[in-house]
């Protein structure tokens, strides 16, 4: 039975969202008018036109976006276009185009991206905190600290650059660069100019097609950048895993258990783990910015076609639409899964709710 | 009586330096620390100590710009185009460690006052300061530091307005923490009685007692502001094309990582030794003021 003080918690945090999302599009706002028009003008007006064609083309785009119009004002305008979805062009060398066609060709491959590791994580990084705390002092204890302690201190991009070097270059058994080998696609109904088809997701697409070599390929491209991304939050969730768990095992319940007779593996992996989980997933939030950042990176790194790579593509080229986009989506993404995650958490654990 | 109290004080920082010194790591991290500090000194005020010319740019050698391993003359190597890694690297350390200094302290400075103005005036101020900090949090930081160095136009200028504006919620968030629980003691509620201003009681009464931990904070953030100031210049956010930047130089010799290694090697080693030793340190300090975790 979900209780009333629950329905209150839901409501105050969709409210508090709401001063958030204005504050967050202002200051993407802020962002493009902080140079006045000429940010806007630069992206908008065709560099080859000079003269009465250029003026012309400035007085358009003066009236097309209010420009002569008081700052608070066009910041209604510019609210009124992003809320129906207008979200302006973008002009790189992997895509130039409306906005919302861009995200629509990068999103889904982030999402996998984020997905895969996410599970790794899950896999890898939880095992190896728990392993690390019961087994408190132990060579294997000292040697999984040095390693995330090491990995904490290391920027994304060196972590990227270690994993190319070790599985790419000297044992050279993964692939590390774009979505899939080249000749692989070469010529297939469903993949054009770089794009597949239906989903953009070229795993998905291939597991769609019943193309299986080039799903298994698509895989193999997908292991190094998501194994990066998972290492770098990874560090993090193991340090402060390591740290809980210790502290949970010396609760007397702990001993109970033990006294009791249940087996320590048991006693590890049911009564300890799921409490030692809680700070774990307290920073959620934190791992899941840490995650999208990373994302900019990595998918740069291993020129993986993602909104990440989009972004820098964007930053490099002086694509302000891109930009723009670019961080009004990570924010929201972000805000959004922040939102879902508390309201999971409240529900689980009643404390939360005040 | 007064005397005594500074007795007191005095054997409580011998006390502090105790615990610090006995922790070996933290020690050997301070050395390396202070081995960079001591590079970034002596390439701001004399470069020739180290045989370096000019610490502002990079030397190229176009004359032979592919990448040479290891050898006695170029004792790490070169870079694409003809750069000795060594000497950009000492060069580099300069670069990273001032901008990276300036960003955290900046970003310490800021949040502080915003921490402790929304802590003890609390009400409505406090939740239109935390709701401002919000927003900042709403965006991945990596994000908004190129957002906001993007608008700003490509300059170190500008990725430290950047970065300054991504890490002052940090400080603005634990700086509240700490004075909601320092404005409950005693001795607050004494100045208060004495009759002292607000303004003499935020700033000459709490905000000096929650400088060990923002201080603590500050360098244990140091390795993560390097690693995200070298990773926007690794991504292509840099001045121009000759500026010695440790993130700049790796990027460098990318497409030369599988013939030579070495050039993505060393400028990220150094910047791993950078994080890790001042990281070590922090743990450290943060035992000396942290007696519960002296054991």
């Given amino acids: 039975m979900i209780s009333i003080k629950l329905w209150v918690y839901v409501l105050r945090r969709i409210l508090i969202l709401i001063p958030t999302l204005i504050g967050l599009t202002l200051l993407v706002f802020v962002l493009v008018h902080i140079q006045g028009n000429n940010l806007i003008l630069a992206e908008y007006i065709n560099p080859r036109l000079t003269g009465q064609a250029r003026e012309l083309e400035i007085q358009r785009l003066t009236q097309e976006f209010h420009l002569d119009q008081p700052v608070y004002v066009q910041y209604f305008y510019w609210l009124g276009q992003v809320l129906t979805g207008n979200l302006g062009y973008t002009n790189t060398p992997i895509y130039s185009g409306p906005v919302t066609t861009a995200i629509t060709l990068f999103l889904p491959n982030t999402v996998v991206l984020s997905l895969f590791a996410a599970l790794l994580i899950w896999l890898i990084g939880i095992p190896l905190g728990v392993f690390s705390a019961v087994n408190r002092d132990s060579p294997a204890d000292q040697g999984i600290r040095v390693f995330s302690f090491t990995l904490y201190s290391m920027p994304i991009y060196l972590i990227a650059i270690a994993l190319i070097l070790l599985l790419g270059v000297y044992l050279n058994v993964l692939p590390f660069s774009g979505e899939v080998s080249p000749q692989m696609v070469a010529g297939l109904s469903w993949f054009r100019d770089g794009i597949s088809y239906p989903t953009h997701v070229l795993l998905i697409d291939a597991i769609l097609h019943g193309d299986y070599a080039v799903a298994w390929n698509a895989f193999l491209h997908l292991i190094m950048p998501s194994l990066t991304l998972a290492l770098a939050v990874m560090a993090g969730i193991i340090r402060i895993l390591r740290a809980s768990m210790l502290e949970v095992l010396e609760q007397d319940y702990i001993r109970l258990a033990r006294v009791k007779g249940v087996p320590e593996r048991v006693v590890n992996n049911l009564h300890a783990r799921r409490n030692a989980m809680l700070p774990v997933v307290t920073s959620f939030g934190y791992t899941v910015a840490g995650l999208l950042g990373g994302v900019v990176v990595v998918e740069s790194v291993f020129d993986f076609p993602g909104i990440g790579y989009w972004t820098t593509q964007a930053l490099l080229n002086n694509d302000i639409g891109g930009i723009m986009a670019s961080t009004l989506l990570f924010g929201i993404v972000l805000v959004l899964t922040t939102l879902i995650l508390d309201l999971v958490y409240a529900v689980v654990d009643p404390r939360i709710r005040y | ?295």
Avoid: C
């Avoid at chain 2, 105790?18 to 070996?24: A, I, P």
């Avoid at chain 2, 300061?129 to 608008?151: C, E, H, K, N, Q």
């Avoid at chain 2, 791993?272 to 975790?293: C, E, K, Q, W």
């Fill in chain 2, 1 to 295: 009586m007064e005397e005594r109290t500074e007795e007191g004080k005095y054997s409580n920082l011998i006390l502090s330096l105790k615990v610090f010194f006995s922790n070996r790591t933290a020690v050997a991290g301070m050395v390396i620390f202070l081995a960079y500090v001591v590079d970034a000194f002596i390439m701001q005020f004399d470069p020739r100590l180290l045989g370096v010319t000019n610490p502002n740019q990079f030397t190229y050698n176009f004359v032979n710009p592919v990448p040479q391993p290891p050898s006695s003359q170029y004792p790490l190597g070169t870079t694409y185009p003809g750069i000795n890694l060594l000497q950009a690297i000492l060069e580099a350390i300069r670069v990273d460690l001032g901008y990276s200094m300036l960003i955290v302290v900046g970003g310490a400075v800021i949040g502080a006052v915003v921490g402790i103005l929304a802590a003890y005036v609390g009400g409505y101020l406090d939740e239109l300061l935390m709701r401002f900090t919000d927003i900042f949090f709403s965006i991945p930081y990596l994000v908004l530091a190129i957002a906001v160095g993007f608008a700003l136009g490509r300059s170190f200028t500008s990725m430290v307005i950047a970065l300054i504006i991504v890490w002052w919620p940090i400080y603005a968030r634990y700086t509240r923490s700490l004075t909601l629980s320092i404005k409950e003691s005693v001795f607050v509620e004494a100045a208060k009685a004495a009759g002292a201003s607000m303004v003499r009681i935020m700033f000459k009464h709490i905000l000096p007692n929650t400088l060990p931990p923002v201080v603590v904070q500050i360098s244990l953030d140091l390795g993560s502001v390097v690693g995200v100031f070298a990773t926007l210049a690794f991504i292509g956010f840099i001045p121009n094309a000759n500026t010695p930047e440790l993130g700049y130089l790796a990027s460098l010799g990318l497409n030369y990582v599988q013939s030579a290694p070495w050039t993505v090697i060393f400028p990220g080693l150094a910047i791993t030794l950078f994080a890790l030793s001042v990281n070590l340190m922090g743990d450290g300090l943060r035992d000396v003021i942290d007696p519960r975790r002296r054991s």
